[in-house]
Structures are given as C-alpha cells and as structure tokens.
C-alpha cells in the first residue's frame, strides 16, 4: 500500500513537430526548455499510416552527451552507426544507445507502406559520464519483461518494476557505469475501468504519457498524447477509462546539473557545446570505430 500516493504537478501536451529528414511526430518532453523533467531531456511519440509521414526517416546525425532509447510499437526500422552497428528495429523492440562522447548514426525506415509507430526518449548522463565511450545495444521484443497482472500487462523496458508482491526486472536494468538516473521504463496496459498501484521511490522524478484511450491519476483525467509529470511521493495509482488505456511509465534519479542543449548536443556548459559543434564538424565528434 501506498502511503504517499503521488498527486499530479504538470501537464505537458505533446506538440506536432517533425525531425530527421520531416519525419511527422508529436514532442510532449522536450517541446520547450521549461518542458523537461530531470533526467528525462525529450520524449517523441510518432504514429502514422501515411508513408509520407515518415519515409524521409532519420539519416546520418550525431548525438553527444545522453542516451537515446528507440521503442517501437509497429512498423519497421534500421539503425546504422558509425561502430558499424547495424539494428532492426521491429514490434516490441527497444534500441538503447549511450551516446556519450559522439554517435553518428541513422534511423531509416524499412517499408514503404503501413503504420509506423513508436517512441524515442532521451536520457541525460551525469556530467562525470558525458564523454564516456558510445554504447549500443539492439533488445528484441521477445527479450523484453512482461509482468501480467490483474486488469493489464506491463512490459518493463528499463528498471525494477513492482506490482503488489510481483517483481518484474527490466531489460535494461544497471549496466555498469551508465545507469546513475537508475531509470524505471514500463510500458502499460491497463483494461477499461481497472486500476494499477506502482511504487516509484521518494526522490525520483516520475511521469507518464498516455498514448492510447484515457488515464485517471490523482482524481484528474490525462487524455491520449498528453504527458503528466507527478509530484514527489511513494507510488502512483493510475485506472483506466472506458475504453482502457495505454501508458507509459517513466522514474528516473535527477541529475541537478545544468543542461545545455544545442539540438542533438546535451552538455553541462556552453563551452562543451561549442567543442561539441567544432569537434562534429572536424571529424572528431566519435570516437574512430
Ligand atoms: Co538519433
């Protein structure tokens, strides 16, 4: 039982923008810099059954300073990188990426027809952590945690999750050197009118982003592609709405450092941005593979 229920502070409703070569997706994280909640830096959800919304995909661009993860509900894609790894990406799966000092890599669709649908969240490295080595890693759907509970299913992306006396460890969970904001990433599914209590420890920054049907928290509805940061407390209970709900759920430690970003380059200050833009443009943003 919760003894501190966490309420809800702020919502963020996602903003249709597009990225990459005019990918079309909607940005509730990361649509402003006030939109942002530590260690979570953006959160993109795209959904489309109209090729021209995505075919463009995402080719060659750098990262430096954070860790993207790539979730995809449908639809097909493929990562490349400059280490000369190469992913598919289909339903289910999950592509976590430690940028760290420099990735250059793209993100290219692999169809030319149907729905194409998923997510990518940033993460922010502590400062101590921002020029560590890149990392990848490409999760199959069938290498990702299910926890089945009464009224749903969770599938833990990242983290420890716990329902009642069910324990459920992510797909990702502390890997060494690179987990300080000790994310938890669950993607739920909850059945019309069904309610679901999940502890997230006192300190961690939480939020959820309802992506299908309606979420009720703390007394107040959060509709579909809405994001609703909650405020400090134990846990969260969440109900679904008539027509049941897809969410997913985000904690993470905050870092307290100052972020700068400059578009793909998240850094502690200026400088290190400034280094971060000579270096991409010198060759020298990556590391040789
Ligand atoms: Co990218």
Known sequence: ????????????????????????????????????????????????????????GFPDHP????????????????????????????????????????????EMPQQSEGRMRGFQLWINLPAAEKMRPAEYRDIPAEAVPELTFDGGLAR??????????????????????????DPLFVDLRLEAG?????????????????????????????????????GDGDGVKLTAGEAGTRVLLLAGKPLNEPVVQYGPFVMNTRAEIEQAVADYRSGRLAEPA
């Open 1 to 56: 039982m919760m003894e501190q229920p966490r309420d809800l502070v702020r919502v963020i409703e996602s903003q249709a923008t597009s990225d990459g070569a005019g990918v079309k997706l909607r940005r509730s994280l990361g649509s402003s810099a006030f939109a942002r909640l530590d260690p979570f830096l953006m959160l993109d959800e795209f959904f489309s059954d109209d090729p021209d919304d995505y075919l463009a």
């Open 63 to 106: 990262h430096r300073g954070f860790e993207t993860v790539t979730y995809m509900l449908d639809g097909r894609m493929q990562h490349r990188d400059h280490m000369g790894n190469t992913g598919d990406l289909g339903p289910g799966s999950v592509q976590w990426m430690t940028a760290g000092r420099g990735v250059i890599h793209s």
């Open 156 to 181: 833990v992306i990242a983290g420890r999750l716990r329902i009642g006396e069910s324990i459920c460890d992510g797909a990702v969970n502390k890997r060494p050197g690179a987990m300080a904001t």
């Open 194 to 230: 069904r309610s679901v209590e999940i502890p997230i420890g006192p300190g961690y920054n939480g939020l959820l982003y309802v992506y299908e049907g309606e979420t009720q928290v703390a007394g107040r509805t959060v509709p579909r592609r809405t994001a609703a940061v909650l």
